[in-house]
Each structure stands twice: as structure tokens, then as C-alpha cells.
């Protein structure tokens, strides 16, 4: 399954059988090496809050856990996001950037590797956020992020869905030697890419994001 340049596609964040959040990007190029999307600033998303309204970082995980949760409508204020997603791997690479679209560094997403949908109107990728992940530096220096909220999670495996931890720190540091040695896409590629300034935002969800998530072998 393959997704055209400048189509629009959901990149939904599931949580066991809950969508965490959902983002509607643009398609920059999907090929070989892997799905390129772009996430605009200013652009409608949809983020799992508790009932209550608090997020899942603003309590102990234990408590998140046994309260009731629901997705609401946000935007997207950061800077404009590239996403890379290569093909059968459990991490995606995003490409941040600053106020004014300079490239800042790499930011390594470690989740269960994207499940492609199409409907037709609608298509998308789903991922399992594993919540360890890497933050990689222009210099290529690096360092682990959120091992204080992975540790904590793992501690409750029946509301967790991560299931296997030496798995997701097996691929963080495959990836950190993806990154030591410059290999692509830590090579620069992408570091200067600007947008389209012509490009709509997109402002709201279309009907249909939210189905099923996509069954998991």
C-alpha cells in the first residue's frame, strides 16, 4: 500500500485499544526508503485527555490508568514537523525545527511500526507509541529521553501497552548507531526541506478518523 504525494493521511497514535491522538499530514514523498509526511503548524489534531481534562504527564501513570479517558480537538502550535517513517522498522524520525524553519535536530520515536489503512476518502498510519525514545543533535551527539515515564509504565503491565522492553532498547540503540555513524537519514537529507507556503492547513478532522485501529498480528 502506497500513499501518493500530497495526499492527506492520519498518523493515529494508539494506546491498547484507545487512539492517544490522531494528526492529519501531508504526503511529501513515500517510496523505498521509507513514508515522509509533513505535520503543519496550526494544524487540527486530536489529543486523549481524562475526563477531568488533565493529560497523561500531568499524573503518576497509576492514576491515569484507572480513570476514564476521551480524545479532544487541539492544534498543532509547534513549528512545522517532518516524519519519517521507514519501512518495517518500530521507530519513526522526526525533524525538528525552530520559529523560523531551521532544522534543530532529530527525534527518534520509538513505537510498533506503522500499520497502513486506506478507505478510499480517508487513509492512514497507525503506531504504538513506546514512549523511551532518542533525541539526536546536529553534531550527531545523543541521548535517551522519557527512561523516567517508560520505567514507571512498565511497572503496571496489565494498563500498559508495551509488552516486550528489551525489544524497544534494542531498537533505540540500532538506531543510535544509525545515528553515530551519520547513515541516512542522518545524513542531512531533509535538514533544509521547506514547504510549500501554498499548502492549506488543514482545520479540522475528516469523518472516519475514528475506526478501528488496524489489527496487530
Known sequence: MMFAPGRQVLYRNVDGPRLASVRPCRVISD???GLLLWLARGSAVLVEEAADGRGIRDMPFPEWAGLEHRVVPAVWRG?????????DADHS?????????RFTGWYVNLEERALRWDDGDLAGVDVID??????????????????????E?????E????????AVRAEGLRVIKQIEAGDFPFDG??????PDPTWPVPTS???????????RP
Open 31 to 33: 517510496d523505498a526508503r
Open 153 to 157: 509504565r512498565l511497572a503496571l503491565p
Open 79 to 87: 513549528p512545522g514537523l517532518l516524519k519519517f517513517i521507514p519501512p
Open 130 to 151: 513506546q514512549d523511551l525514545d532518542v533525541v539526536a543533535r546536529p553534531d550527531r551527539s545523543w541521548e535517551w529521553k522519557d527512561e523516567d515515564e517508560f520505567t
Open 93 to 101: 524520525v522526526w525533524f525538528f525545527r525552530d520559529d523560523e524553519g
Open 205 to 215: 478532522i475528516p469523518s472516519g478518523w475514528n475506526r478501528p485501529p488496524v489489527p
Open 189 to 194: 537529507t531533509w535538514t533544509d526541506f521547506h
Open 159 to 166: 494498563h500498559y501497552w508495551v509488552r516486550d522492553e528489551a
